[in-house]
């Protein structure tokens, strides 16, 4: 049963994590940062912020959810509301994919990036740590993302404190592969992993707007669906 319980939790985890890990901008981001003379400091603290910001809002959820003890209960209060929230994150995803599809470049225009990534190459250690921290728990559609996972994860029945754990630190694993599989494969292969981590950075700025829609499209769907079909 336990067994069970945490490969629902873990399942149910997957499609947010997934919407996280493909997010262009912060995948752009740390590779220009792997450009700099500063590689070797600003990549590692930039996933490790990306890493804790995630965690933060996961076990947060996680611990307010807990703390009534009947999130799994269907016809508790605790659940309607986690039930409510998954509706309100759904429609919100759903806006933010309109949002993205109708900023998207005109075809065979350049995509703009964020301001902010002109100057990542002056980026002290610390600031670049934040700049993770922001991307993962404060940019609004990971953020609705990690809610989400969170959400699932907590109306699992029979999940104990330390599955809850188990499917959260999964959810940050692969909502961390790209971020941190960048800074890895850098690290490990340096010049020999620049040339791909251009293409990567190349691809991904210009199917931004693209790529996010479909995401945000397909998992607000889910996540509104769920909702809805719990409340009834």
């Keep these: 049963m336990l067994a069970s319980a945490l490969t629902q939790a873990i399942g149910g985890a997957l499609a947010p994590a997934v919407g996280v890990a ?10 220009l940062m792997l450009g700099t003379p500063q590689a070797r400091r600003d990549g590692p603290a930039f996933a490790l912020g990306w890493v804790v910001g ?5 076990g947060a959820v996680l611990v307010l959810t807990g703390a009534s003890g009947d999130a799994a209960d269907p016809t ?15 429609a919100v995803l759903l806006v933010l994919a309109k949002r993205q599809w109708q900023k998207r470049p005109a075809p065979g225009a350049e995509p703009e990036l964020p301001t902010w990534m002109a100057r990542i190459d002056e980026l002290p250690p610390g600031k670049a740590l934040g700049a ?5 728990a404060v940019n609004p559609k990971n953020l609705v993302l990690t809610l989400a996972a969170a ?17 959260a630190a999964v959810f940050v694993l692969v909502a961390s592969l790209t971020v941190v599989g960048a800074v890895v494969a850098y690290l490990v292969g340096g010049r020999r992993a620049e040339g791909l981590l251009a293409s990567v950075k190349q691809y991904m700025a210009a199917h931004n707007a693209a790529i996010m829609m479909v995401i945000l499209l397909i998992l607000g769907a889910k996540l509104l669906g769920e909702g809805v079909g719990a409340l009834g």
């Design 22 to 31: 493909l997010s262009p901008i912060p995948i752009v981001a740390v590779i």
């Design 132 to 136: 993770g921290v922001l991307l993962s």
């Design 54 to 58: 995630l965690s933060v809002v996961a």
């Design 76 to 90: 508790s209060s605790t659940a309607d509301s986690i039930n409510w929230m998954q509706v309100g994150l759904g």
């Design 151 to 167: 959400a699932s994860i907590a109306q699992v029945p029979d999940l104990s404190g330390g599955g809850e754990a188990v499917a």
